[in-house]
């Protein structure tokens, strides 16, 4: 896709149907933090006698997958042959987060087991559609010894097979700093594009990949500028372009859309297409996972973000983390 000054990116039903087209020949693998994610549903109609809380009635439980899991989770259900780089507890949320992603056909030969470390729980309670309280289950113990022996070499093996690299990082210990740097060189080495969805305590870390998907308040940490001063966001976005090493840069703004900085000095803010949010759990999750999907396969940059600012508009008016489909993508478009 290509601009002039002032107009709006989008594309066509039919161009989004013939990318959606190549996801099936892609294998996208997928670095990060693991979650299960456990959903209590119900009212919440009174006070509790022993503490000012609410009481929540509830009438419905759910679960889905979390963190890189979502990322892998929405790859996948976009048509992509998908394989997760991570490590799960020797638990029964282990056990069971590894169920959830078999029946989704996700790749987890690259799952390690890991005994004595916990695996990522978190707890939502929901009362008419608003998060009452969220209750954490969780180590973010880094990576070390055997066990990340076994995860780094399953990055470096799937570099000379998958077509793209994501690296969820949650912070969580999945993503090591004296490892990442090797695995990041092996997949650009090869050519293949390495996308982040950053921990900002971590953003010195991704050096040299394609590309990077922090929020606004993100970004201007990044570049070590308080978020409240009125900096000018371009400047700001391209020195870290530069300083980083990076293909492009992902700024994304809530309800204010998305900005791509890009090729050294281009720059396109992509409005937001919602018209509803119900919650933007897992939201980032979607972004880059139709970001990857996009250039594994060719897609040009920009058309690529222009998709997975459609898909962020759809996910968003579901509670809880959600995927879209190859079929719901273009239909976005018509």
Known sequence: MSLTPGMRPTLPAERVLEYVGRF??????????VMLDRYFWGDAERISPEAPVP???????????????NVAANLRALGLSTELISVRGADREGREL??????????????????????????????????VLRADFETDEPLAGAVADAVYDNVARLADTADALVVSDYGKGVVVQDRLAGAIAAWRDRGKPVLV??????FAWYRGVTLITPNAREAHAAAGIDYRRGNDPAALAFDVLKRMGLDALLVT???????????????????????????VTGAGDTVIGVLAAGLATGVDMLDAVVMSNQAAGEVIKEVGTSTLSAAELVAAFR
Do not use: C, N, W
């Open 253 to 279: 703004r809530g309800e204010d859309g998305m900005s791509l900085y890009y090729r050294e000095s281009q720059q396109v803010h992509i409005p937001t297409v919602a018209k509803q949010v119900f919650d």
């Open 55 to 69: 009481v929540v009635h509830v009438t419905r439980r759910s679960k889905r997958l979390g963190g890189a899991a």
């Open 197 to 202: 969805d950053p921990h900002i305590p971590h």
């Open 98 to 131: 590894a169920r959830m992603l078999g029946r989704r056909e996700i790749g987890t030969a690259a799952l390690v087991e890991a005994r004595g470390r916990t695996t990522t729980e978190k707890v939502r309670i929901i009362a008419r559609s608003q998060q």
């Open 24 to 33: 099936s020949r892609a294998t996208v693998a997928v670095l990060g933090d």
